[in-house]
């Protein structure tokens, strides 16, 4: 009885059973799968939860509030820069695409020249754009352009 070998079970914390044989040419496997068992003293790290998998989808979604956020602050300030600059003689463009000249700044309201003799009152929102004496003439050119 010289080739006498032990085998031992023993079951995990996991539910996982292993195996362990006495002999120095038997394998250590496990009894569920098959595969090789690890040692005894080790086990896997648990899967990350739903929550820590959820940070940067998170992280994600504030820096693009942020970034959103900044980029409107920016065209505020912007419309704001313009609508301070309307001065009467100004040309602008309305949002429904009138181009005329200011010819009175009221409180809430401007009154735009468009043609001789010919003024409409237009709320400070309608106003689309300055139209600067350099777009101007670039518009100008356009229009010679696509005539020819």
Known sequence: M?????????????????????????ETTTAQSGAPASDAGQQQA???SSGMM??????????MIAISMRTSSKEKKKREEMMNSIRKGTKIMTSGGI??????????????KVANNVQIAI?????????????????????EVTKK
Do not use: C, H, Y
């Not at 080739?3 to 040419?25: E, I, K, L, M, R």
């Not at 959820?54 to 820096?63: A, K």
């Not at 200011?102 to 809430?108: G, N, R, T």
């Not at 709320?123 to 356009?142: F, H």
């Open 99 to 112: 181009i005329g000249e200011i010819a009175e700044v009221q409180k809430d309201q401007f009154m735009l």
């Open 54 to 63: 959820m940070i940067p989808f998170i992280i994600l979604i504030g820096v």
């Open 123 to 143: 709320s400070r929102s309608a106003v689309a754009q300055v139209i600067t004496p350099a777009a101007d003439a670039a518009d100008t050119t356009k229009a």
């Open 2 to 26: 010289a080739n006498t070998s032990f085998v031992v079970f023993a079951q995990a914390a996991d539910g996982s059973v292993t195996a362990t044989a006495a002999a120095p040419a038997a």
């Open 46 to 48: 648990p899967p990350p």
